[in-house]
């Protein structure tokens, strides 16, 4: 339930962004967490069996998740990925 409540906010935040104009990818991942702390590792193990891909470091974020994409979608592989370069 606590998951639940978490997701709709998130998803309530990123409308509401969206249609505002203020952008902020990372807003939406902020609040869920608020709501339930534990959220980004339940949405891992049953969303991504075959794991995740973290990118971590001071500079080349943007790039390195870029390459990674462009390469697992090349491959066929299905993806989410966060296409704006936030760090969240």
């Known amino acids: 339930m606590r998951s639940l409540l978490a997701i709709t906010v998130a998803k309530l935040a990123m409308k509401v962004s969206r249609v505002t104009g203020a952008g ?37 974020k943007t790039t390195t998740t870029s390459l990674i994409a462009n390469a697992l979608g090349r491959s066929g592989m299905s993806f989410v990925h966060n296409k704006s370069g936030s760090n969240m």
């Open 24 to 60: 902020g990818s990372s807003l939406p991942g902020l609040i869920a967490k608020k709501f339930d702390p534990d959220i980004l590792r339940k949405l891992a193990a049953n969303n991504f069996p075959r794991g995740v891909i973290v990118v971590t470091g001071t500079n080349g």
